[in-house]
């Protein structure tokens, strides 16, 4: 099946520091890779759709230049936190497009990474 | 736009009860259904999907109809077990994976032995 990993799984870093995520499509190419915030007891929230190669595309209220979007390949989008606070801190959960042959064409979710700013 | 509204949990149940997770949605088109379940410390996974009116997605045991004259797509499974402890997660979505997806707020689910 279709495998997405993130890295770090989990992250504490300083107030005013940046952090970069990583989203990789293991075993697929992915030409679309979606950005996720989640609140504790909330929903995801999208955050950016990313397309490979071009400029990401943000929800409205996401802070294009405080979440950087890159997806510089069709295995790897990255998220990086610029200059993160307190209130950034949450869990962070990307997905990719998978078109296998033979399967639907759907989204599969990362595990995730927990970001923590002291 | 799109909003799915789901029961808040969480939902207590014992080992081999029947579940029900409600569901309803609001929504312009003929969008897909999804549910959606992350189980503790891992990601979400894909647990069922229906694509129109009157499909039933199926999956482990859960099942979910798409009911379009009442917006619903309740999540049911006859007899859970420990190991479905998890958050579940309905979602609508285009049919395309490079459309978003728009999820419900998670209902946690925790069965006791």
């Known amino acids: 099946g279709a495998v997405v990993s993130q890295h770090p799984s989990r992250v504490i870093c300083k107030s005013g520091t940046s952090v970069k995520i990583e989203c990789r499509s293991l075993?697929?190419?992915?030409?679309?890779m979606f950005w996720y915030r989640q609140f504790p007891k909330k929903s995801l929230m999208l955050m950016a759709t990313?397309?490979?190669?071009?400029?990401?595309?943000?929800e409205q209220g996401v802070e294009k230049d405080k979440f950087l979007i890159n997806h510089a390949s069709l295995t790897l989008s990255t998220l990086t936190v610029t200059s993160a606070h307190p209130e950034d801190s949450s869990f962070y959960i990307c997905?990719?497009?998978?078109?296998?042959?033979?399967?639907?064409?759907?989204?599969?979710f990362g595990p995730g990474t927990r970001l923590t700013v002291l | 736009g799109n909003s799915v509204t789901q029961m808040e949990g969480p939902v207590t149940l014992s080992e081999e009860a029947f579940l029900t997770i409600n569901c309803t949605y609001t929504?312009?088109?003929?969008?897909?259904l999804f549910w959606y379940v992350q189980y503790p410390g891992e990601g979400l996974q894909l647990l069922l999907k229906a694509t129109k009116a009157d499909d039933k997605g199926s999956n482990k045991g859960f099942e979910a109809t798409y009911r379009k004259e009442t917006t619903s797509f309740h999540l049911e499974k006859g007899s859970v077990q420990v190991s479905d402890s998890a958050v579940y997660f309905c979602a609508l979505g285009g049919n395309g994976g490079y459309q978003k997806v728009t999820f419900g707020t998670g209902t946690k689910l925790q069965v006791i032995p």
């Open positions: 075993d697929f190419q992915a030409t679309t």
């Open positions: 997905s990719a497009r998978a078109l296998l042959a033979g399967a639907m064409d759907t989204q599969y």
């Open positions: 929504a312009t088109g003929y969008p897909s």
């Open positions: 990313s397309n490979e190669g071009s400029k990401a595309t943000y």
